[in-house]
């Protein structure tokens, strides 16, 4: 990597007159509960945590600008999209550590839009649905965590450089999931792209000024699905599990998400774009689905999207290395390198976008509507199909569904005028009870580094919809008298669903019934954004508009707590149940452990799992549960008695060091009296790779060979720890 630093400081001769920047970076962990709660991302009723794959973290990148002092930060996070509640508490945090630093305005906070995150942090009734109700403490990890992050990269300012390059992703890591869509744009504008997605990657590189690389952040078009709506285990998916593997190729002798060097793989206009490259298949027969409407004899069950891999945790793998490898391409080649220069800026508003104003080119003027889901939002997609008999493509209702619907409330004909050819299945923006079903106040925002400006946008722009954004969001920086590149920033600040071109939502296929302020949804964003760009150039001050509510005070929740936790008779936490066996590398090696439940604690910043090597007569920690290797599955076996067990994996790496090693675990069991109580417990030693069996064995020191038969009648009553 000396090469590559000397590279990068010969660049810095390059003479400029701006003053330059501070950068900072952090990271900070925001796994929420990994036991019994609802996933976020496919809306699955009963899909609920059962444990940990990777970690879940934000990734914080702070740029001022050293002559004016403005700064602004971009936060990449690992979730299923951002919420409203987040966002207010982060800058309510933010406020009283920085007084008048970060506030809403110069703060984007970005989804990387991973399905498998642990939901209930949403304020609205539609998104915690299925997960039943809200969960303060998904909210309260995913605030503390992103707080975090911005405090370490506050904490670490210092004079730094950031490069912009741009590079062609040649694997194949993604598909359009909604071709036929995509073709109903005008033929001539198709005709100036030669895919029907965008396999370009955008990337900043951060360094300190004396050449020391500090991190990257990217935004390529994919959506983080590749673990599908039958996993249970938290994970990052592909973008989560890229950003794991660049971390560890830049500092290889530190455990997942403890490295110096901070990767995010950030989310952009992925509406339309899935990571399954093997394309849909009807799975009973293996034949193509019906492309129209992703069905297969009619039904959207039976056509499913899958690939490259042969199962989920594969493909998740091949679609992260491939984003890796063209990452750290573009990183390794400075060369190509443009550096950014010039002041930093942003400009943000709040908008209702239940009744935006649009001047349509034809001089008409047409309007937003409050918001409603179509007939084939219920059909899900090729990624994860939904239930019932609801097909993409509908256009039309269905008596049944519309007395369901009805029962809730039936949309006014001018609703429906609104929407249409949108068959309004959820009329969401006109249900008040108990509360508000989808937000009508919405963030707009742009951050601006030199001549580099990041769209921060609340939701999933489909690839086509993404290209007219940037287009017309870069013309008005030119009438304004500037160049810029322009770049999407998805599912930023809070989450409004899809955002289609007006010829897709004729279609009205997933993302177009998913496009929940009807057929003008994106002529708003157009102007909207059009309108920030220009002002924030010409240094001019916009009026707020109108902020969304607070309604933390209202939200329900059906999600019991924690009863109790108790060992199995004759046993305690942290028991090791279960032994590992003498193994090599490349082979998995499991280990069972009586537990307490993981909602007990969420162990931020640290583990419940732990693999550690024996050397120089001490244990060396080697990997945690937020590495790519390990898998943490936790099961209840006896539902009365409250007991639990967790069972730890570990795929050795083909390069594992031979040696003796061994399993930790730790946690918290719950007692009815007394709260919760930390526990922590190891397994036998085991070996791998055959040259360890001379290795001298640490003494053995434990302490259960001393419990007394009446400690699990005092542990279940809380009287001792």
């Known amino acids: 990597m000396k090469l590559l630093v000397w590279a990068v400081s010969a660049l810095a001769w390059v003479s400029t007159t701006h003053g330059g920047y501070n950068v900072g970076l952090g990271r900070g962990d925001v796994t929420g509960p990994a036991a019994e709660i609802g996933m976020m991302g496919y809306a699955k009723q009963g899909q609920n945590t059962k444990g940990i794959h990777t970690r879940l973290f934000a990734r914080s990148f702070i740029i001022e600008d050293v002559e004016s002092e403005t700064r602004v930060v971009f936060v990449s996070v690992d979730e299923a999209m951002m919420g409203q509640l987040v966002k207010i508490g982060v800058i309510e945090q933010l406020s009283a550590l920085f007084p008048g630093v970060y506030t809403e305005e110069n703060v984007v906070l970005s989804a990387t839009h991973t399905h498998s995150g642990p939901a209930g942090f949403m304020q609205y009734v539609l998104f915690n649905v299925p997960n039943l109700g809200f969960i303060p403490q998904t909210l309260d990890a995913m605030v503390d965590g992103i707080v975090q992050s911005i405090r370490r990269a506050h904490d670490s300012l210092k004079p730094g450089k950031v490069y912009h390059s741009v590079g062609f992703v040649d694997e194949e890591a993604s598909i359009n999931r909604s071709p036929t869509s995509y073709e109903a744009n005008p033929e001539e504008e198709r005709a100036k792209y030669p895919y029907n997605l965008d396999r370009d990657m955008v990337q900043l590189s951060f360094y300190d000024n004396e050449g020391g690389a500090l991190g990257v952040l990217n935004w390529f078009s994919v959506h983080p699905n590749s673990m599908n709506n039958t996993n249970h285990f938290i994970s990052g998916d592909n973008k989560g599990a890229a950003s794991l593997m660049f971390e560890k190729a830049m500092d290889p002798d530190y455990v997942a998400g403890k490295t110096p060097f901070i990767a995010a793989f950030a989310s952009t206009n992925l509406g339309d774009v899935s990571p399954n490259t093997m394309g849909p298949r009807c799975i009973d027969t293996g034949l193509p689905c019906d492309t129209e409407h992703s069905t297969c004899e009619g039904r959207t069950q039976m056509c499913i999207a899958s690939g490259p891999g042969n199962d989920m945790f594969e493909s998740t793998k091949i679609i992260a290395e491939r984003q890796f490898r063209k990452s750290f391409d573009l990183f390794s080649n400075p060369e190509n390198y443009t550096e950014l220069s010039g002041p930093v800026q942003y400009v943000h508003q709040w908008i209702d976008m239940s009744s935006y104003s649009v001047n349509l080119p034809d001089g008409s003027v047409a309007s937003t509507c409050p918001a409603a889901m179509g007939y084939s939002f219920a059909a899900g997609t090729t990624d994860g199909p939904g239930e019932f008999d609801f097909t993409q493509g509908a256009t039309t209702g269905n008596p049944f569904w519309d ?107 997933y993302e177009a019934a998913s496009t929940i302020y009807g057929p003008h949804t994106l002529s708003a964003y157009l102007q909207q954004y059009t309108l920030l760009v220009q002002a924030m150039v010409n240094g001019e001050v916009l009026e707020r508009g109108p902020p969304p509510p607070n309604l933390t005070d209202q939200e329900i929740s059906f999600v019991p707590g924690v009863v109790m936790d108790n060992p199995p008779p004759g046993q305690a936490f942290g028991d090791c149940v279960q032994q590992p066996m003498h193994t090599a590398p490349g082979q998995r090696v499991s280990a069972r452990f009586v537990s307490g439940h993981l909602r007990n604690n969420l162990m931020l910043e640290s583990t419940f799992m732990t693999v550690e090597r024996f050397e120089n007569d001490a244990w060396v920690i080697v990997a945690e549960d937020a590495d790519w290797e390990t898998l943490l599955e936790w099961h209840r076996t006896n539902i009365i008695l409250g007991e639990s067990e967790v069972i730890l994996s570990w795929d050795i790496p083909e390069d594992a060091v031979e040696g003796i090693y061994r399993f930790g675990h730790q946690g918290y069991h719950h007692t009815i009296l007394r709260g919760n109580f930390f526990y922590e417990g190891w397994s036998e030693e085991f070996r791998v790779g055959e040259s360890a069996q001379d290795i001298k064995l640490p003494m053995k020191n434990d302490a259960t060979l001393a419990r007394k038969p009446w400690d699990s009648i005092s542990k279940f009553l809380g009287l001792n720890m």
């Open 403 to 509: 007395f369901i619907s009805g029962l809730l409330k039936d949309p006014s004909p001018e609703q429906d005028a609104c929407h249409a050819p949108k068959p309004i299945l959820l009329d969401t923006g006109e249900y008040t009870l108990p509360f508000p079903w989808h937000p009508s106040s919405v963030d707009t925002q742009i951050l601006r580094v030199g001549n580099f400006a990041m769209l921060a946008v609340p939701g999933e722009f489909t690839t086509m919809a993404g290209r007219r954004l940037r287009e017309a969001v870069t013309k008005a920086a030119e009438d304004a008298g500037e160049q810029m590149s322009v770049v999407i920033a998805g599912l930023s600040n809070t989450y409004t669903h899809y955002i289609t071109t007006f010829e897709e939502y004729q279609k009205q296929r």
